[in-house]
């Protein structure tokens, strides 16, 4: 089991950015997959974006195509989320995730196994 730790969440008006950081322990990190989810206050959990093990392919949500950039250092055990012109619909807890086994990845919740507690972000109009 993967321990995952989100970081840099916050408040900003529309046209900002933010970068997310989500830690990872307790395994072989490099072997798996991370994906970045959203859940909006009432609105089901939202695939935003995932990247494989080795970082080489990356799969974004049309909505954030442009604007959001997920990257990943396996020496640091580390996944991040660039989050650029944010709009007010960006507005959600983030959550990070690990694939659910070694080299496997998808853009559904069921296709990770660990997630991280989430950090707010809140974008104003």
């Known amino acids: 089991q993967v321990q995952l730790v989100e970081s840099g969440g916050g408040s900003v008006q529309a046209g900002g950015s933010l970068r997310l950081s989500c830690l990872a322990s307790g395994r072989t990190f490099s072997s798996y997959a991370m994906g970045w989810f959203r859940q909006a206050p009432g609105k089901e959990r939202e695939f935003v974006v995932a990247i494989s093990s080795g970082g080489a392919y990356k799969n974004y949500t049309d909505s954030v195509k442009g604007r959001f950039t997920i990257s990943r250092d396996n020496a640091k055990n580390a996944v991040y989320l660039q989050m650029n012109s944010l709009k007010p619909e960006d507005t959600a807890v983030y959550s990070c995730?690990?694939?659910?086994?070694?080299?496997?990845?998808?853009?559904?919740?069921?296709?990770?196994?660990?997630w991280g507690q989430g950090t707010q972000v809140s974008v104003s109009s």
């Open positions: 995730a690990a694939g659910l086994r070694p080299y496997y990845w998808g853009t559904n919740p069921e296709d990770f196994g660990s």
